[in-house]
């Protein structure tokens, strides 16, 4: 399988436990892109990547959320002392830069539920 | 800034029937625009894409959309909706490439479809 994967695809954890989310893109993709979509909404954009490059956090939703891709391949998305406000689907994309109007292919998802 | 309203939350159809899902957006830009399905437990697929080609865009499983910039709309229609395309319909803005492709969706339609 060549699209986006994603791991775990289901996490249950207790309030204030760390988690850590990881994405695999599409192999010669160079942007990857994580969104949140909680229950009944569209997703959110949260942050993206070119190469290992962090060109948008801004929309992090504090500063409990960090994000890395370090070689430019995988991302992983961390979140420090869950809240149950955290419980959401947690997806990633990616795209290949200058092939027209870059495409974004969606994985799975991650779907959390903080107890 | 950009922005995306679906007008209708729920859609309910015959099989067979015409399918319309509405969309308005806002853009300070000159928009990408993108139609994406995700049913139950998949990951988002997209539909079709406008990028300022031409203004009636043709997708997959019969859906086309048409880009009307007088209204800022670009509402989705089948002719003949089938059982398999009940699921969730976003309608998502862009921002140009150079911005990193942040993707805006909307709050979603969710297509019921009757036998």
């Known amino acids: 399988d060549t699209g986006v994967s994603q791991d775990p695809r289901h996490k249950i954890t207790k309030r204030g436990q760390n988690v850590t989310f990881r994405c695999d893109p599409i192999s010669e993709h160079n942007r990857l892109y994580w969104y949140r979509q909680t229950l009944g909404q569209g997703p959110e954009f949260l942050t993206y990547?070119?190469?290992?490059?962090?060109?948008?956090k801004s929309r992090l939703l504090s500063d409990r959320f960090s994000a890395e891709r370090p070689k430019g391949s995988f991302s992983t998305l961390e979140i420090q002392r869950t809240e149950q406000g955290d419980s959401a689907m947690y997806l990633c994309?990616?795209?290949?830069?200058?092939?027209?109007?870059?495409?974004?292919?969606f994985g799975p998802g991650t779907r959390l539920t903080v107890l | 800034a950009q922005s995306v309203t679906q007008l209708d939350s729920h859609v309910s159809v015959s099989e067979g029937t015409p399918v319309l899902l509405r969309c308005n957006y806002s853009?300070?830009?000159?928009?990408?625009l993108f139609w994406y399905v995700q049913h139950p437990n998949k990951g988002l697929q997209l539909l079709l894409k406008?990028?300022?080609?031409?203004?009636l865009v043709k997708g997959i499983n019969g859906f086309e959309a048409e880009f009307k910039k007088s209204e800022t709309s670009f509402h989705l229609t089948k002719p003949s909706a089938h059982m398999s395309d009940a699921a969730e319909y976003f309608c998502v803005v862009s921002r140009p490439s150079g911005a990193g492709n942040m993707l805006t969706f909307g709050g979603g339609t969710r297509l019921m479809v009757k036998p």
């Open positions: 853009s300070s830009y000159s928009p990408s």
């Open positions: 406008y990028t300022s080609a031409a203004t």
């Open positions: 994309a990616s795209s290949l830069v200058g092939t027209g109007d870059n495409e974004q292919f």
């Open positions: 990547f070119q190469n290992e490059a962090q060109l948008e």
